[in-house]
């Protein structure tokens, strides 16, 4: 069965995180999107997993299920199009690792996935005798990211740990302000162990194929969404039982199983090249070489971005390509495209929403809008959207890359005076 899996999500529990980051929303907006396994995010946090306890029961082998006295209302007030679609959880967290080593101070986020409650429970009883676990969704540990591994693999034989967006510079294993320079610097004898690991926004897997050491892991990317409607902007499709035990052989393995992934244009993640946010300084690899790494507006260090990064790492040219690999389909969020059409700069004004509500009853889940349903379909229902989705599914967009904090801009249409004149497809 094809699955559409987002791991690493948070909850409202996590910083900077919406007060609409509950169970009730993810399920809401997995069925809209067509997500078909949502990672719960932030098990560690004890308020949190015990929402998690009250309103998840089992489901298929080692997933979860909202219970139907939460689901009916939700189900009721959708339409018929996505109503029916099955929305499953799996138990997963993210950890952030500030330690020592190499004389360097390393910031290293981790996803953490476990079977059960019962395994959560105890690596939750362990962690909190190193750390402070209550006070945010996604926990702070003085901790060395290969003892977090040790106490993963520990905790249940099919516990899981991925490396989080690795290439992020503040907070990753490959980062420019804090990472390492290969996975078994980070890892040391345990490096075996990591299976599988995280593109992040500002990646997609081409990048990571140029590192000969990440071609034979699994890549999986996912949201890490902080409010509900983000959810599903990255996502991992696999072909396996809906089971914990499968999904996870799956990504250890990487076969068949792992069809590909789900990307956001990684121009528009927000470290995709260097600079300075408070200069609007936007800077190639080539310019922040030429100008040794600072702004030169102010002649501050400016954050070097995950391009520049990859290219110092990298094993391979940037015109790399493996002779056989994964799929990767590049979306654009819908709400985004509808913005664009609409004129509006947020994703979150009334026209935006009401126009995005429209399309899904009509059409279906967002992800089928955007992946499957033929493009002459799309255009009949409405043409200018038709030919935008077209465009974004063949890569005929413009870029502004992002930078230093600063997400990018992708978009599928010079200005609207195009829409007069798009094709009858």
Same mark, same amino acid.
């Given at each position: 069965m094809r699955l559409i899996a987002d791991f690493h999500i948070h909850s409202h529990f996590s910083r900077a995180t919406s007060k609409e980051m509950n169970i009730e929303a993810l399920y809401r907006w997995g069925k809209i999107k067509g997500i078909n396994v949502i990672g719960t995010g932030d098990f560690t946090h *004890?308020?949190?997993?015990?929402?998690?306890?009250?309103?998840?029961?089992? #489901?298929?082998?080692?997933?979860? #299920?909202?219970?139907?006295?939460?689901?009916? /209302? %939700?189900?009721?007030?959708?339409?018929?199009? %996505? /109503?029916?679609?099955?929305?499953r959880f799996i138990l997963t967290a993210e950890i952030s690792t500030i330690y020592s080593k190499l004389?360097?101070?390393?910031?290293?986020? #981790? @996803? @953490? @996935?476990?079977?059960?409650?019962?395994?959560?429970?105890?690596?939750?009883?362990?962690?909190?005798t190193i750390g402070n676990i209550k006070s945010d969704g996604r926990p702070i540990l003085g901790l060395d990211a290969k003892e977090l591994l040790k106490i993963t693999l520990d905790s249940h034989s099919n516990s899981m740990l991925i490396p989080a967006h690795i290439w992020t510079p503040w907070f990753s294993m490959f980062g420019s302000? #804090?990472?390492?320079? /290969? @996975?078994?610097?980070?890892?040391d004898e345990l490096s075996c162990h990591i299976k599988a690991i995280e593109t992040g926004l500002s990646s997609d897997p081409f990048m990571n194929w140029r590192l000969n050491s990440l071609r034979n892991l699994t890549i999986v990317s996912n949201s890490d969404a902080h409010s509900p409607a983000k959810l599903g902007r990255e996502a991992t499709i696999l072909d396996c039982a809906t089971s914990y035990d499968e999904i996870i052989a799956a990504l250890r393995s990487n076969d068949d199983r792992v069809v590909g992934t789900i990307e956001f244009y990684p121009q528009e993640g927000k470290y995709f090249l260097d600079g300075h946010r408070k200069c609007n300084v936007r800077m190639m690899p080539s310019e922040t070489i030429k100008n040794k790494g600072v702004c030169p507006k102010c002649g501050? *260090?400016?954050?070097?971005?995950? &391009?520049?990064?990859? &290219?110092?790492?990298?094993?391979?040219?940037?015109?790399?390509?493996p002779k056989s690999h994964k799929s990767v389909q590049y979306i654009i969020p819908l709400a985004e495209i509808l913005a664009e059409i609409e004129g509006v700069k947020s994703v979150s004004s009334k026209r935006v929403k009401k126009k995005y509500d429209e399309v899904c009853a009509n059409l279906g889940d967002e992800f089928s809008i955007l992946r499957d349903i033929d %493009?002459?379909?799309?255009?009949?229902?409405? &043409?200018?959207?038709?030919?935008? %989705?077209?465009?974004?599914?063949?890569?005929?967009?413009?870029?502004? *890359?992002?930078?230093?904090?600063?997400?990018?801009?992708?978009?599928?249409?010079k200005d609207a005076s195009e829409y007069d004149q798009l094709p009858l497809v």
């Open positions: *004890p308020a949190w997993i015990s929402e998690l306890k009250e309103k998840l029961e089992p #489901s298929a082998q080692g997933l979860y #299920s909202l219970k139907k006295k939460y689901a009916k /209302s %939700i189900d009721d007030s959708l339409p018929e199009s %996505i /109503s029916n679609k099955e929305v004389g360097k101070v390393r910031k290293v986020h #981790s @996803i @953490i @996935i476990v079977p059960s409650f019962d395994v959560a429970d105890k690596l939750n009883e362990y962690l909190a302000k #804090s990472g390492f320079d /290969s @996975i078994e610097e980070c890892y501050k *260090p400016v954050v070097v971005g995950v &391009n520049y990064r990859v &290219n110092e790492l990298a094993d391979e040219s940037d015109s790399f390509i %493009i002459k379909d799309l255009c009949q229902y409405d &043409n200018v959207l038709g030919n935008a %989705i077209n465009r974004m599914r063949s890569g005929d967009v413009f870029m502004e *890359p992002g930078y230093d904090g600063v997400f990018g801009v992708i978009k599928v249409f």
